[in-house]
């Protein structure tokens, strides 16, 4: 098959393929506007004219269980989800690539500038792009149903997919991630698109140290992870209304 024009059925059949894989949400992003992120390498998305956000949800009963730091089962839970993601990008590219296009996975958790913080291409940007979600104040990817509680992972394609908007923001005047994050690294700004630095958003620091200094250190965990934010978003909790009006 030859690259060109976008296909509607040939979209819907990936994307039907990619939720057989075990996947819970999946979106087209045009790679054009996301040229505009910080790229590791800076010519990553060259050969790619589209970006395909994934996404699998967290069981809920997890964060039901966190309160005030990480648990040894969210640790679990993460490592699978990045697991299982890696898997289904890596099976993705390489159904896109038996139909003549060339596509790379990008690891769901990979860091690959450690001083700084970035990965290869920001998820949350592409996911965003792609329609899964909008950027919430806690700087997180917030999708209507299933709330933050999502891990995302990105295929670079150049297959000729049919391309998801952006949707709206739904955080309005919430406030719940600010006040929940145990060192006030939520400055509680809003947007309707999206941050240009995560600074604008994030004391990015305090999130930082207390991520790698204290909750990657904790017994069985061993990651940097923290799951307060993500557990007090009002979308994606259950029995919460939201997402369901
Ligand atoms: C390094 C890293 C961290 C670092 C730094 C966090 C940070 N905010 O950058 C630390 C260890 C602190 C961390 C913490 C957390 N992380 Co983290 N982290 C990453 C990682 C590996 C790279 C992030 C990166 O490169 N950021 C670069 C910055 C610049 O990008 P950004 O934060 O997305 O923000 C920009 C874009 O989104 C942009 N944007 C949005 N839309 C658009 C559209 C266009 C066109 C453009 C140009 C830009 C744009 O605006 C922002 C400012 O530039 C990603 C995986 C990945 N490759 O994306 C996971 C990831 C972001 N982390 C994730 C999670 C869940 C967390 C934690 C909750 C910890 C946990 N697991 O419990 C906290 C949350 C902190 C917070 N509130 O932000 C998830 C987010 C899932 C979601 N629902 O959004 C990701 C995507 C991992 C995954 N595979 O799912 N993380």
Known sequence: MKAGRPRDDYTERIKTNILALGADLAGVADAEPLEALRLNPPHLLDPFSRAISIAIRLPAAVFEEILDRPTPNYATAYQSANRILDEIAFRTA??????????????????LDTRNWYGAISHKAVGRMAGLGWQGKSLLLVNS?????????TVLTSAPLKVDGPIKNRCGRCTMCEDACPVGAIKGVGTQGHYTRRS?????SRCVEKLVGEFS?????????????IKACPFGQKGSKKGRE
């Open 94 to 111: 390489a159904m896109l690539e038996d139909d003549g296009f060339p596509s790379l996975p990008i690891a769901a958790s990979q860091v």
């Open 145 to 153: 149903l299933y709330g933050p509680r999502i891990r995302l992972v």
């Open 200 to 204: 604008d958003a994030l004391h990015f």
């Open 217 to 229: 250190k904790l017994p069985n965990v061993g990651a940097p992870i923290c799951g307060i934010c």
